[in-house]
C-alpha cells in the first residue's frame, strides 16, 4: 500500500480478482485506489494499470507478483517479484522487475522508459531487464517501499528507501536488507547503495556494492516453509515487512509475520507470526513493541493470517493508533485435499469469464479470510 499525493492510497492485490463485481479476470497482480476511512472505504481499479492475467499468459511463462509500491508525487513506482523453474523444490523468488507510472497511473513504461510494459520469458530476464536479478543469495527479489506520507512529502533526506529480504530460505529470508536511491533516480539501479553497517560513531555506513550489504534486522528462525502443500509452489514471503514513518511520533514502524509450519515443512500448518517494530531510523535499531507467537486475530484459533501491511493513509492524527491490513489463508490445508473435486467443478466453466466467477465463488468458500481484513492497532507511549 502507498499514498498518492492527493491523499487517495492505492492498495496492491495478488492472486484474485480483487472488488471486481462480477469478477472478471484472476490477476497476479493489480492495483486499486482505495478512498476513504475504515470500515467503509471505496474501491476501484487503477485503470491505466498494465495487466498481469493468469489467464492470457502460458503456463510456462514467469509470473510477476507486485509486493511493493511506492508514490512520489505524482510518479508511481512497483517492483514486481518473479520466481525460478525449479520442479524439483520448493520454487525460490529470484527477480524483482520495476515498472514506473510518471502521470499518477495514468499510463505505465519499463524501468527504462519504454513502452508498452513487458512481463519477460525466462529467457529474457536479466540484470538488464529487471531491477535486481540473480543477487548473491537471492537478495532483494522480495523488496518493500518505506512508505512517508502523500506522495511521500514527509520525507527530507531526500531518499527513497528500500527494505529487501537476503533469500528464500530460512537463514536468509529472516535477514532483513536495505537500500537507497535519490527519489529521483529510483528508476536507475546504478545509483543504488546498500546498507552495510555502522560507523563506530553508530551513524550509518552505505556501499555501492550489493556484496557489502548488511543486515538491519534479523527475525526469529523457524517460519520459512522448507516444504510445499502444492507441487511446484513457490516459497512463501515471509518477513516481507510493511515500514511506515510515523510523522507525530517522529519514529519509524515495521509489522512483519512468518509462516507457522506444520511438522512437515508445509505452509500453515499452525497460526503465524506477528512482530510490530519501532526505530528512530529507517536502519534502525529495531526495537520490538509487540510478539504474537500464535496471531489469531480475533481470538480465532484456526486462523492463518499473513502479509500485514500498516496502511500509511490511515495513522491518526496524534500517531497513536494506525490499521494493520492482512489477509488470512485459513482453509488453504482443505484446498489443497479438495483439489480433484475442485478442478471438476472448474471444468465447468465455458468462458474466461465464468470461469472467473467459478474461482472466486470456491476461493470465497474455502478461505473466507482471503480478503482485506482490517483491525486498529492503539499505541501506548511513554
Do not use: C
Amino acid at each position: 500500500m502507498t499514498q498518492m499525493a492527493n491523499g487517495t492510497q492505492l492498495v496492491v492485490v495478488n492472486d484474485g480478482t480483487g472488488w471486481a463485481q462480477p469478477p472478471a479476470t484472476l490477476f497476479s497482480t493489480r492495483i486499486w485506489t482505495m478512498t476513504g476511512q475504515p470500515p467503509a472505504p471505496a474501491f476501484a481499479q487503477l485503470g491505466g494499470y498494465p495487466v498481469v492475467d493468469h489467464g492470457s499468459r502460458p503456463e510456462t511463462a514467469p509470473s510477476y507478483y507486485g509486493h511493493s509500491v511506492l508514490a512520489v508525487g505524482d510518479t508511481i513506482y512497483q517492483f514486481l517479484s518473479t520466481l525460478d523453474q525449479a520442479e524439483d523444490r520448493p520454487r525460490h523468488w529470484t527477480g524483482a522487475k520495476l515498472i514506473v507510472s510518471p502521470d499518477g497511473g495514468a499510463t505505465w513504461q519499463n524501468s527504462d522508459g519504454s513502452a508498452p510494459v513487458v512481463w519477460e520469458d525466462f529467457a529474457d530476464q536479466s540484470r538488464e531487464t529487471l531491477a535486481f536479478f540473480n543477487e548473491p543469495g537471492g537478495a532483494f527479489s522480495l523488496v518493500s517501499f518505506l512508505q512517508m506520507g502523500p506522495g511521500y512529502r514527509e520525507n527530507r533526506d531526500g531518499f527513497v528507501y528500500i527494505y529487501g529480504l537476503n533469500g528464500s530460505v530460512d537463514g536468509l529470508m529472516n535477514q532483513l536488507m536495505l537500500a537507497r536511491v535519490p527519489k529521483d533516480r529510483v528508476a536507475q539501479r546504478a545509483d543504488y547503495e546498500y546498507f552495510s553497517g555502522l560507523s563506530a560513531d553508530g551513524t550509518a555506513r552505505w556501499s555501492a556494492d550489493i556484496a557489502a550489504r548488511q543486515p538491519v534486522h534479523e527475525f526469529p528462525l523457524g517460519w520459512v516453509n522448507y516444504t510445499n502443500l502444492f507441487p511446484g509452489d513457490l516459497v512463501v514471503e515471509s518477513w516481507l515487512p510493511s515500514v511506515v514513518w510515523n510523522e507525530a511520533l517522529g519514529q519509524y514502524m515495521m509489522a512483519a509475520a512468518g509462516i507457522g509450519n506444520a511438522p512437515d515443512g508445509t505452509e500453515f500448518g499452525k497460526p503465524s507470526y506477528l512482530g510490530i517494530y519501532l526505530s528512530d531510523h529507517p536502519w534502525g535499531p529495531w526495537k520490538q513493541v509487540h510478539e504474537d507467537k500464535a496471531w489469531t486475530p480475533g481470538g480465532v484459533s484456526t486462523a492463518r493470517a499473513y502479509s500485514p501491511q500498516i496502511a500509511p493513509g490511515w495513522l491518526a492524527p496524534d500517531g497513536k493508533s494506525f490499521w494493520l491490513i492482512w489477509a488470512d489463508l485459513a482453509g488453504l490445508r482443505k484446498y489443497g485435499e479438495d483439489g480433484d473435486l475442485i478442478e471438476a467443478e472448474m471444468g465447468a466453466a465455458a468462458t474466461p469469464q465464468e470461469r472467473s466467477e467459478i474461482e472466486a465463488d470456491i476461493l470465497r468458500r474455502y478461505l473466507p479470510g482471503f480478503s482485506m481484513n482490517a483491525q486498529r492497532i492503539d499505541l501506548t507511549t511513554d
